[in-house]
């Protein structure tokens, strides 16, 4: 099967390999490359920044930890990793996706590959892959720097607080810093306040490298967060204490030779702790205690060559080991507490190869060719988790292996004002433990229980796409893009009307199946127009569509999304206003438990300063989300609880 590159651009990435990189789009965190930035700059949330990106949206369960999608696609059919790094959420009902382990602070970028031509340590990215770049100071660098931001936001009384230092010289450098960020009840448009929707966390960092000499070094990276008090009014319970411990060591090596350029090797582990909690909710029937625990060890190995001065080439082999473990204990009112296991303690090897080659087939013409196979076992761990499936499931096995796949190509022509990509691809995934071992997991988007299957295929699914850009002298650039994925074996629950729910208030029970076919189908058009050399233009309009195997719409697939940005610099100064909405949201999938949602246009202003004072470089930004505090919610807020309404904020960095 050919592969596929929804938009294949060769952005340079600021790593210590300093290679180019294929990639959709780059979100910037941190200030040293040229490429998006959010309005309220290092302080924004990581949800903040991910929305930056085309092609991504953002689940909402709360105020905090907001769940990307990826062309329409969560968390099971993409791939996210920070610098390289497997890393697996340990709650069950997704409150805790790998970006919420991280903070601004210490993050430089986040990478974008869309569809099936993911980056080399992706696996199972059948929707795309995200990659977020640890901000390291690097070597020769300024030889000491200190850094502080402050930012506060009038609509929920969030605060933001943040102290990083850097040191660095010819044989080493290390960077570390704290982010402390809080924030109360919020209140949507009109004033409503929304319970449980508060939050707390705090993130320490450190980074370090060391040069064995000058074509060999080592780096190490150290991350610790936690968050703690986290209301999700969506959802029937709040998060006590969510704790991820990471950890990395690598080695580089740089080479004197007309072919080969750079091998980096990595070790890497990862702790993460989750804990569930109902105690602050009133009215609660039956108390539940509901911890998660999610533990990775891995290694990658990356060789980057270059062949004939046409083939840049990326060769790359990873192995990961992952332990999920879920339980539940119920304290009904005068009885004898109820325990349940719902992972069954899951252990994953994984091991995989890639390659990535972009060949200059000439001036003009381009051809990037990608492929991954990765090989997997899974066994059970826990007897009582594994006796309580194969009551479903008689003759079950405690272990399975599956061997999955991918492979892209991409053809791109780039002349004078014009730039054309076509591409296809075929990819598979295997089940994610919820989907094959998962017991009575109750969704509160469709009010039903959820049990694994451990004899589910694998699904897999063909992609096409294309793009086709004009870049009229710098000053008008208009762009579309669209891709179709064809699902074969398709995972999503089915009705089982036979089993009984085991949640207070459920609809029933679903049991994850293949369906024969499903589709997705995305679409973007936008255009740039650079008025004067101090005012720019910005428009998107989106469209997406998806669907079953009987032809009903998928659930949580994006209405029409539509924005457009003013933005006006003058020497120190950048100011603009943006008009960003969603058609109304009718196409729906009423069987999977979801609503039509109205149409919404909100606006928003924003502002910077830059300014120098001795050695100080400072940035002061501030602005005014949902001018007009409108009451809205859109298709991905998880049970339609509504957004913020009238929001003001102001953030100050200063860098010493």
């Known amino acids: 099967m050919l592969g596929l590159l929804l938009c294949s651009l060769t952005i340079p990435v600021d790593t210590a390999i300093n290679q180019s990189l294929n990639l959709d789009e780059v979100v910037v965190v941190s200030k040293n490359i040229n490429n998006k930035q959010t309005d309220k700059g290092m302080v924004a949330t990581i949800d903040e920044h991910l929305a930056q990106l085309s092609s991504v949206n953002l689940i909402r369960r709360g105020a905090y930890a907001w769940e990307p999608v990826v062309n329409n696609m969560q968390t099971e059919r993409i791939s996210t990793t920070i610098d390289g790094m497997k890393i697996f959420y340990a709650c069950t009902d997704k409150m805790d996706p790998v970006t919420s382990y991280v903070e601004s602070g210490n993050l430089k970028s986040v990478s974008l590959n869309s569809g099936l031509d993911g980056n080399p340590q992706a696996t199972g990215n059948i929707g795309g892959s995200l990659d977020l770049k640890l901000r390291k100071e690097g070597f020769d660098s300024r030889p000491y720097r200190l850094g502080a931001s402050v930012g506060y936001e009038t609509n929920g009384d969030a605060a933001v607080y943040g102290l990083d ?10 960077n570390g810093g704290v982010f402390y960020r809080r924030a109360g009840n919020y209140k949507t448009g009109g004033g409503e306040t929304v319970d449980f929707s508060q939050f707390s966390k705090i993130n320490f960092f450190v980074n370090a490298g060391v040069r064995l000499d000058e074509k060999r070094q ?4 150290l991350i610790y967060d936690k968050a703690w008090d986290v209301g999700y009014p969506a959802l029937n319970m709040d998060v006590k204490k969510a704790e991820a411990f990471i950890a990395s060591l690598s080695y580089k090596q740089f080479f004197n030779h007309p072919a080969l350029y750079a091998w980096e090797t990595k070790l890497y582990y990862n702790r993460i702790s989750h804990v569930m909690d109902d105690t602050k909710r009133p009215e609660v029937e039956i108390h539940m205690d509901m911890p998660g625990k999610s533990a990775t060890a891995g290694v990658y190995s990356l060789l980057q060559a270059t062949f004939l001065n046409r083939h840049d080439v990326q060769l790359n082999v990873d192995a990961f080991t992952n332990r999920l473990f879920a339980d539940m204990t119920m304290y009904p009112g005068g009885a004898a507490p109820m ?21 200059s087939l000439s001036q003009e013409l381009f051809l990037k060719l990608s492929a991954k196979v990765a090989m997997q076992w899974q066994k059970i761990n826990n007897e009582e988790g594994y006796h309580a499936l194969s009551v479903f499931f008689p003759g079950m096995k405690d272990h399975y292996h599956q061997t999955t796949g991918r492979i892209a190509a991409a053809l791109s022509w780039v002349k004078d004002e014009w730039t054309l990509t076509a591409g296809s691809g075929w990819g598979s995934r295997a089940p994610s433990v919820t989907e094959a071992y998962g017991y009575y997991l109750n969704n509160t988007f469709d009010q039903y229980d959820y049990i694994g299957n451990p004899r589910l295929k694998n699904e897999s699914a063909v992609e096409l796409n294309g793009k086709i850009k004009w870049n009229h002298h710098e000053r008008l650039t208009v762009e579309a893009n669209a891709n179709v994925f064809l699902f074969s074996n398709y995972i999503i629950g089915k009705f089982e009307d036979r089993l009984s729910a085991m949640t207070v208030d459920a609809e029933g029970v679903k049991v994850y199946g293949n369906t024969k076919k499903a ?9 740039t127009w650079n008025i004067s050399n101090n005012l720019k233009w910005n428009n998107k309009l989106a469209y997406s569509l998806g669907n079953d195997d009987e032809g009903d719409p998928l659930p949580l697939i994006a209405p029409v999304i539509f924005s457009s940005r003013m933005t006006w610099n003058h020497r120190q100064i950048n100011a603009g206003v943006e008009m960003t909405g969603n058609a109304r949201h009718s196409r729906v999938g009423e ?9 919404f246009v909100i606006v928003n202003l924003f502002a910077k300063y830059a300014f120098k004072w001795w050695k100080v470089d400072g940035t002061v930004r501030a602005g005014v989300e949902n001018l007009f505090d409108k009451r809205y919610a859109s298709y991905a807020d998880w049970n339609y609880i509504p957004r913020k309404g009238r929001n003001i904020y102001v953030n100050l960095a200063l860098d010493f």
């Not at 230092?165 to 290390?174: D, E, I, M, P, Q």
């Not at 080592?218 to 990276?221: N, R, Y």
């Not at 303690?345 to 972009?358: E, K, L, Y």
């Not at 589709?519 to 973007?524: D, Q, R």
């Open 165 to 174: 230092a850097a040191l660095s010289t010819h044989r080493f450098y290390t």
């Open 218 to 221: 080592l780096e190490s990276t």
């Open 339 to 359: 325990y349940m296991v719902t992972w069954p303690d899951v252990r994953t090897n994984n091991t995989g190869a890639a390659a990535i080659d972009n060949i």
């Open 519 to 527: 589709s997705v189908i995305n679409s973007e058009l936008m255009l």
């Open 591 to 599: 069987k999977y438990g979801e609503k039509t949602t109205p149409a």
